[in-house]
């Protein structure tokens, strides 16, 4: 099976981003290492 690219889970397909920021598969919140850089 398929390794997640956001998560590294086995996953049935790649995951997509939802508009929320979430991976669709596992609802993890996903940030750029842009946004982590202006929180800081």
Do not use: D, F, R, S
Request: aromatic share 0%; proline share 5%; charged share 30%.
């Amino acid at each position: 099976m398929v390794k997640c690219g956001i998560c590294g889970g086995e996953a049935p397909k790649q995951p997509c981003i939802t508009e929320e920021g979430n991976c669709n598969l596992c609802g993890k919140k996903v940030t750029l290492a842009e946004e982590e850089k202006k929180q800081k």
